[in-house]
């Protein structure tokens, strides 16, 4: 009887530990996975080209193995994608699979669409997966990634950067509600009436929603299609005064959230988004909390690949800049109140995440995981020696949109925060982290038991992240919690101390040491 009853409880301290989610086979540790995509079409590359043109899918059969097994299915849906990174010499083209579209609820480990990024523009190949690493530890809504060998018809085509889709799944595990209006920005690779080359601005053009089809696309509710709410949320951006601005922005937005991501995009000098190209982008009007939040997307040109045109040294780009005709970045910055707000972000990024010693070992532990495959792929866009070198220091490489001067990944962090450190005081922004004072996490460094004591309920759950950013472990907090880890090994970890149920969900984030 006590055997029974100890196998139950350890079998529900296992579900304790971690809770699975939609796509966790995939995303929830750092894999190279294998997708083998099998065409019967002789001349299947040429209907892909064609297709491509018309957003259209064709039909293939899939294995895909990662670190639970291998999984068969037959008529997946595929189409090449992408803007920019269409021109991506050769045939290493990004593509879009979705497991549903010819047979209905088909889906893998709950997901029904999986994009598969080229590598355009990064010699590195892992910019994307840093970027939205990064974005998870610091509680920013953006989609999961990690990397796959990709093979047609048996042959290797080429080392892919694996993107979850933004939808319905995301929606559910990322941010608890999945009802609401999801409005992707578009494209802006065109005219448009209202001029700016299809910039989704979030400048207010009236109140006919068909104003905005060529800027935005209505991603979720289309039977519906009624966009009153964001236009409602345009309106208030721009046509506000500043009083009822800076009053009101936390009751229509994620402010807080919002501000961290806009910092992101800072410290990363990631501009192939709202703050200059106008694209790349989700909004979601979460109904239970019924607040806009920010959802990123596409981050291939990271660290200082995009926009050299208006910014002539990525590195000490200044922490409010912005193109013009960018109204919601413009009121924010010229917003005494919030734009200290947001410099308080900056600060609390910088001091404990945007940094050298901890952003490096992510790098190198990525580099040992992939340089096999990068190496292996004869598509790729740059070379071995390349990829090796950008690890570390900036390149150049052959000329056109393609080439250039290159930020390495390294001498990027560290110049850009050697910038940003110097440039801003963080002395008066005490507050960003003042919720340390309401909690204690001791001993650290630790051996075995880790003890966290709150003043308040100010936290429900705990986060342990390793090295790699792979989460290990997860379990609910109480007023004072006592954790086993004697499972873990000596070492560096983070945790993540986070609410889904407090206004402000700034996650709390601590660096312990295992000894």
Same mark, same amino acid.
């Given at each position: 009887?006590?055997?029974?009853?100890?196998?139950?409880?350890?079998?529900?301290?296992?579900?304790?530990?971690?809770?699975?989610?939609?796509?966790?086979? *995939?995303?929830?540790? #750092?894999?190279?996975?294998?997708?083998? +995509? %099998? =065409? /019967?079409?002789?001349?299947?590359?040429? $209907? @892909?080209?064609?297709?491509?043109?018309?957003?259209?899918?064709?039909?293939?059969?899939?294995?895909?193995?990662?670190?639970?097994?291998?999984?068969?299915?037959?008529?997946?849906?595929?189409?090449?994608?992408?803007?920019?990174?269409?021109?991506?010499?050769?045939?290493?083209?990004?593509?879009?699979?979705?497991?549903?579209?010819? *047979?209905?609820?088909? #889906?893998?480990?709950?997901?029904?669409? +999986? %994009? =598969? /990024?080229?590598?355009?523009?990064?010699? $590195? @190949?892992?910019?994307?997966?840093?970027?939205?690493?990064?974005?998870?530890?610091?509680?920013?809504?953006?989609?999961?990634?990690?990397?796959?060998?990709?093979?047609?018809?048996?042959?290797?085509?080429?080392?892919?950067?694996?993107?979850?889709?933004?939808?319905?799944?995301?929606?559910?595990?990322?941010?608890?509600?999945?009802?609401?209006?999801?409005?992707?920005?578009?494209?802006?690779?065109?005219?448009?009436?209202?001029?700016?080359?299809?910039?989704?601005? @979030?400048?207010?053009?009236?109140?006919?929603?068909?104003?905005?089809?060529?800027?935005?696309?209505?991603?979720?509710?289309?039977?519906?299609?009624?966009?009153?709410?964001?236009?409602?949320?345009?309106?208030?951006?721009?046509?506000?005064?500043?009083?009822?601005?800076?009053?009101?922005?936390?009751?229509?937005?994620?402010?807080?959230?919002?501000?961290?991501?806009?910092?992101?995009?800072?410290?990363?000098?990631?501009?192939?988004?709202?703050?200059?190209?106008?694209?790349?982008?989700?909004?979601?009007?979460?109904?239970?909390?019924?607040?806009?939040?920010?959802?990123?997307?596409?981050?291939?040109?990271?660290?200082?690949?995009?926009?050299?045109?208006?910014?002539?040294?990525?590195?000490?780009?200044?922490?409010?800049?912005?193109?013009?005709?960018?109204?919601?970045?413009?009121?924010?910055?010229?917003?005494?109140?919030?734009?200290?707000?947001?410099?308080?972000?900056?600060?609390?990024?910088?001091?404990?995440?945007?940094?050298?010693?901890?952003?490096?070992?992510?790098?190198?532990?990525?580099?040992?995981?992939?340089?096999?495959?990068?190496?292996?792929?004869?598509?790729?866009?740059?070379?071995?020696?390349?990829?090796?070198?950008?690890?570390?220091?900036?390149?150049?490489?052959?000329?056109?949109?393609?080439?250039?001067?290159?930020?390495?990944?390294?001498?990027?962090?560290?110049?850009?925060?050697?910038?940003?450190?110097?440039?801003?005081?963080?002395?008066?922004?005490?507050?960003?982290?003042?919720?340390?004072?309401?909690?204690?996490?001791?001993?650290?460094?630790?051996?075995?038991?880790?003890?966290?004591?709150?003043?308040?309920?100010?936290?429900?759950?705990?986060?342990?992240?390793?090295?790699?950013?792979?989460?290990?472990?997860?379990?609910?907090?109480?007023?004072?919690?006592?954790?086993?880890?004697?499972?873990?090994?000596?070492?560096?970890?983070?945790?993540?101390?986070?609410?889904?149920?407090?206004?402000?969900?700034?996650?709390?984030?601590?660096?312990?040491?295992?000894?």
């Amino acid at each position: 009887m006590i055997k029974h009853i100890l196998i139950v409880l350890l079998l529900l301290s296992k579900q304790f530990i971690y809770c699975q989610i939609d796509g966790d086979n *995939i995303f929830d540790k #750092n894999q190279v996975i294998n997708i083998e +995509l %099998n =065409f /019967s079409q002789t001349n299947y590359w040429d $209907s @892909l080209v064609n297709n491509y043109h018309v957003s259209q899918y064709m039909k293939v059969d899939l294995l895909i193995t990662d670190s639970t097994g291998t999984t068969s299915f037959n008529d997946v849906g595929i189409r090449l994608k992408g803007n920019s990174s269409y021109m991506h010499p050769g045939n290493k083209k990004s593509f879009k699979i979705d497991f549903n579209k010819y *047979i209905s609820g088909q #889906n893998y480990d709950g997901l029904k669409k +999986l %994009n =598969f /990024s080229n590598g355009f523009k990064d010699p $590195s @190949l892992m910019r994307e997966k840093l970027f939205f690493d990064f974005c998870k530890v610091v509680d920013v809504p953006a989609p999961r990634a990690n990397f796959a060998n990709v093979y047609f018809n048996g042959t290797l085509w080429g080392f892919y950067t694996v993107i979850e889709q933004i939808d319905d799944q995301f929606l559910d595990w990322n941010i608890l509600d999945d009802e609401g209006n999801l409005f992707k920005a578009g494209d802006n690779f065109g005219g448009s009436p209202n001029g700016g080359g299809n910039e989704a601005d @979030l400048k207010y053009y009236g109140n006919n929603q068909t104003n905005y089809y060529d800027l935005y696309e209505l991603k979720s509710n289309k039977d519906t299609n009624d966009w009153t709410d964001f236009i409602q949320l345009i309106d208030f951006i721009n046509n506000s005064t500043n009083t009822v601005f800076e009053n009101e922005l936390p009751i229509h937005t994620e402010l807080e959230q919002y501000l961290r991501s806009v910092a992101l995009d800072n410290l990363f000098s990631n501009l192939d988004t709202y703050t200059e190209s106008a694209r790349n982008y989700y909004l979601y009007h979460n109904l239970t909390s019924n607040k806009w939040e920010w959802i990123k997307w596409d981050a291939n040109e990271t660290f200082g690949t995009y926009g050299g045109q208006t910014v002539s040294n990525m590195t000490t780009m200044a922490i409010d800049f912005h193109s013009n005709n960018r109204p919601l970045l413009e009121r924010i910055f010229d917003s005494p109140i919030i734009f200290d707000q947001y410099r308080g972000q900056i600060c609390y990024l910088i001091e404990n995440f945007f940094i050298p010693t901890y952003l490096n070992p992510k790098i190198d532990a990525l580099k040992s995981l992939i340089q096999s495959s990068v190496f292996a792929d004869n598509n790729k866009m740059y070379s071995n020696a390349n990829f090796t070198a950008i690890i570390n220091n900036n390149i150049t490489v052959g000329g056109g949109p393609m080439g250039g001067t290159m930020y390495g990944l390294k001498s990027f962090i560290q110049q850009r925060w050697n910038y940003i450190s110097q440039a801003l005081d963080c002395s008066g922004f005490n507050s960003i982290i003042s919720r340390k004072n309401m909690r204690s996490v001791y001993p650290n460094p630790f051996r075995n038991e880790l003890k966290i004591k709150q003043l308040k309920n100010e936290f429900d759950f705990i986060e342990i992240y390793n090295l790699l950013g792979e989460k290990i472990y997860k379990q609910q907090l109480n007023l004072f919690t006592i954790l086993n880890l004697n499972f873990l090994e000596n070492g560096i970890y983070t945790i993540k101390l986070s609410s889904k149920t407090t206004i402000n969900k700034n996650p709390e984030l601590i660096s312990i040491i295992k000894i």
